[in-house]
């Protein structure tokens, strides 16, 4: 079974600059989750897709940050305007969603973005 | 206040010694999950082992276990026989029914964990 998918896994930008990641969930997961983590700090969650509608949103800089999941299966992340604090590795992970007792996580390798 | 405490910043174990990694957690769902996962140099998450709050058992997965305490609240992750692989940071998670009913994952700050030879 293929895991998720992300791109790409390096990236480094000027401030100001825009990007752009993208995620490919496990098959069949309904939920879509990016977290953000800096260095020497665990994931936090910055937004959470149920299929393709937003389940929790609350943490995501909205000013700058914006993420879609059309037809409920990928998922693109974008900042713009970037800023230097925005430098951190970009987790994208899946899970099958509601109602399974033993729902678990799984991620993706990490798009870790340096901010110049 | 904290929903995971991860009060180890970093531990040292002998190769093929056994290492404990400790975490408690805070909630008050009473049908949460709780979780490991290793974070080898290379950044990715890689999910270990899982115990819900209603099992009976301890979860064991391998050389991976998990020591549930369900009234200390805390489930502590047992690696027995270390190898030198195992060096890497290990972050337990929780999860937990968020006030608009859907599941929230929140993770603690990770207890970087070095095997020595």
């Known amino acids: 079974e293929a895991g998720v998918a992300q791109s790409p896994r390096y990236k480094i930008i000027e401030k100001r600059q825009s990007v752009a990641f993208w995620c490919n969930p496990i098959?069949?997961?309904?939920?879509l989750y990016w977290y953000q983590q800096i260095l020497g700090q665990g994931p936090k969650l910055l937004i959470q897709?149920?299929?393709?509608?937003?389940?929790?949103d609350s943490q995501l800089p909205k000013d700058r940050f914006s993420a879609e999941r059309l037809k409920g299966v990928d998922s693109t992340l974008k900042i713009q305007p970037a800023k230097l604090e925005d430098s951190a590795v970009y987790l994208c992970?899946?899970?099958f969603g509601q109602g399974r007792t033993k729902d678990t996580q799984y991620f993706g390798p990490g798009t870790r973005l340096t901010v110049l | 206040a904290q929903k995971i405490t991860q009060t180890q910043p970093g531990m040292f174990v002998q190769e093929k010694e056994a290492v404990t990694l400790d975490c408690t957690y805070d909630?008050?769902?009473?049908?949460?999950?709780l979780f490991w996962y290793k974070q080898p140099s290379s950044g990715e998450m890689i999910f270990l082992i899982y115990?819900?709050?209603?099992?009976?058992q301890n979860a064991t997965e391998g050389r991976y276990s998990l020591n549930f305490q369900k009234a200390r609240k805390s489930a502590n992750l047992v690696i027995s026989a270390s190898q030198l692989g195992d060096s890497a940071m290990y972050f337990c998670?929780?999860?937990?029914?968020?006030?608009?009913?859907?599941?929230?994952?929140?993770f603690g700050t990770g207890t970087r964990l070095k095997v020595l030879a």
């Open positions: 992970a899946s899970s």
């Open positions: 098959s069949g997961h309904a939920t």
């Open positions: 897709f149920q299929n393709n509608g937003v389940v929790d």
């Open positions: 909630t008050s769902d009473p049908s949460y999950g």
């Open positions: 115990q819900g709050s209603y099992d009976q």
């Open positions: 998670a929780m999860r937990e029914k968020g006030r608009s009913g859907t599941y929230k994952y929140i």
